[in-house]
């Protein structure tokens, strides 16, 4: 690590990303490897973490924006919203924010947490209904690791998803505190 010191940014994006990941994988891909970004991310002067977060510590607020229905009784989910995963890998990620926050409250270390929607390897938001909601296109998510870097904010918990019309997720924090400004439309493929 002293051969490429100093390292102003890191973007961690290493984890077992399965909805259905056992608590093994979880516990030592996500959970200790996290804690292992932080601890050396303190050790060696690192100013600020990128966090790959994800749209999963929220996803049990689905079932009820499913049941709802109508786009006129659609409420948009934010970050002050609590958590409520339903997986392991969710709650893994809940972990890495929670980690991010007490590295920033008790040492300094400065962390954005991007709650990441559907990125998809074709960057083809029809390939599963749900993503028409949350998709993220790689042109989009580029752009949201940009601005996550050179932003001034010192810690927050960022939605990150395309400016799709029927999304369910707040962005308005995003736009406004990093200088997000999405351009792809699931809607308009």
């Known amino acids: 690590m ?7 940014c890191i973007i961690h994006l290493a984890a077992d ?44 607020y689905e079932t009820f924006i499913n049941r709802l229905g109508s786009q006129k009784n659609r409420i948009m989910i934010n970050t002050r919203y609590p958590v409520w995963p339903t997986s392991y ?3 893994s990620k809940v972990f890495g924010e929670a980690i991010a926050r007490m590295y920033y409250e008790t040492t300094g270390l400065e962390s954005i947490c991007l709650r990441i929607g559907s990125v ?4 083809n938001p029809k390939e599963y209904s749900r993503f028409l909601t949350t998709w993220l296109c790689h042109q989009d998510v580029a752009q949201l690791f940009k601005v996550s870097i050179k932003s001034n904010v010192r810690f927050g918990i960022y939605y990150g998803v395309s400016n799709n019309k029927d999304r369910f997720w707040d962005i308005s924090n995003t736009i406004h505190d990093l200088g997000y400004e999405p351009e792809c439309d699931a809607s308009l493929l």
Request: aromatic share 12%; net charge positive; proline share 2%.
């Open 2 to 8: 002293r051969k490429i010191s100093p390292i102003s």
């Open 17 to 60: 990303g399965r909805r259905n990941a056992e608590w093994k994988s979880v516990w030592k891909n996500n959970i200790i490897a996290t804690k292992n970004i932080y601890t050396v991310a303190k050790k060696f002067g690192v100013k600020k973490i990128i966090f790959a977060s994800s749209n999963q510590v929220t996803y049990g």
């Open 89 to 91: 890998y969710g709650v």
């Open 120 to 123: 998809t390897k074709d960057d």
